[in-house]
């Protein structure tokens, strides 16, 4: 059974960081792409950004180029999700996503695993 488990959200300062892990269980973790997604209330589920364990690259939406860092620890099954800068905006559930996917997309319509999120608020 495909289980992930998301955490390290909480409140934090704006302009502070954050580091989110998603640790994954019951699958071949290096076949598949991770991806990252937020939800605000009020809003859609967006993407973030994601990581094809296969070859290791990730990918990012452009709103968090430069400020947001996906990386994967292969040996311990987690990926990572480094937040820096963060503004009031970027208060949402976050939530980690997995599938085995021939290309690697941040549309969660693509995913069929998800963890149960985590919340991250950002004060002004």
């Known amino acids: 059974e495909v289980q992930l488990q998301a955490s390290g959200g909480g409140l934090v300062q704006a302009g502070g960081s954050l580091r989110l892990s998603c640790a994954a269980s019951?699958?071949?973790?290096?076949?598949?792409?991770i991806a990252w997604f937020r939800q605000a209330p009020g809003k859609e589920r967006e993407g973030v950004a994601c990581?094809?364990?296969?070859?290791?690259?990730?990918y990012y939406m452009e709103s968090y180029k430069g400020r947001f860092t996906s990386s994967s620890d292969n040996a311990k099954n987690t990926v990572y999700l480094q937040m820096n800068s963060l503004e009031p905006e970027d208060t949402a559930v976050y939530y980690c996503?997995?599938?085995?996917?021939?290309?690697?997309?941040?549309?969660?319509?693509?995913?069929?695993?998800w963890g149960q999120g985590t919340q991250v608020t950002v004060s002004s």
């Open positions: 996503a997995a599938d085995q996917l021939s290309v690697a997309v941040i549309l969660p319509q693509f995913y069929d695993h």
């Open positions: 019951g699958f071949t973790f290096d076949n598949y792409v």
């Open positions: 990581i094809n364990n296969r070859d290791g690259k990730t």
